[in-house]
């Protein structure tokens, strides 16, 4: 615990109590905000910037690992401070009592690029309860022979259940992969009435 302080604070990641929460938010000083998040499928790790959403994390996921990502690819302002992940997190609770269809939260594509963030855009435009294929999204992309690239673009999707990976599937059907587990995927898909279509 101690060492896992000591390795946050030297990368410029802090729990401060509220007081300095609302300080460092009043002076800016916040660039990431994060909070642990309950799902169905156990406590996720939420980020959001200024711009959006740009991290959510499974509960199989390294913390520190996805906080120190997060400070060396967006910045090393990272804070947790839970209120400002409210929005995402009331989104998701709908989402998951099947009373919200899609998300308002903008999203912050910091940490795709290229090929990758081409492919995670034509998802985000999957409808839900809908399903599409690796091909489809290869394609999507512009490049219509790249399905393997396009699958792994989806196993390293940065920000899953709102940008929807869940909703691509083999061209012969088969769930695929996915990176909170098939499990998931497949309580996903049944929660939109997505299977059997």
């Known amino acids: 615990m101690i060492e896992s302080r000591l390795k946050k604070a030297a990368r410029g990641i802090a729990e401060a109590p509220d007081l300095d929460v609302a300080r460092a938010e009043r002076e800016g000083l916040a660039d990431v905000a994060y909070a642990r998040v309950d799902s169905p499928f156990g406590e996720w790790i939420v980020a ?14 390294d913390e520190d690992a996805v906080l120190d990502d997060l400070s060396h690819r967006v910045s090393p302002r990272v804070l947790h401070t839970p209120a400002r ?3 995402v997190r009331r989104e998701l609770d709908e989402y998951f009592e099947g009373e919200r269809r899609s998300f308002e939260t903008p999203l912050d594509w910091s940490l ?5 963030l081409k492919v995670l855009r034509a998802t985000a435009r999957i409808p839900y309860g809908s399903v599409s294929t690796y091909k489809d999204m290869a394609r999507s992309a512009g490049s219509p022979r790249a399905a393997r690239a396009a699958g792994n673009a989806l196993h390293n999707n940065p ?5 929807p990976c869940h909703r691509v599937l083999h061209s012969g059907g088969g769930l695929g992969g996915y990176g909170g587990g ?16």
Do not use: C, N, Q, W
């Not at 098939?182 to 279509?197: H, I, N, Q, V, W």
């Open 85 to 87: 992940l409210d929005k």
């Open 48 to 61: 959001v910037t200024p711009r959006g959403l740009v991290r959510l994390a499974f509960s199989g996921d």
């Open 159 to 163: 920000i899953p259940i709102v940008v």
């Open 112 to 116: 795709v690029s290229g090929f990758h």
């Open 182 to 197: 098939l499990e998931m995927k497949e309580a996903l898909l049944t929660l939109e009435g997505a299977l059997g279509r």
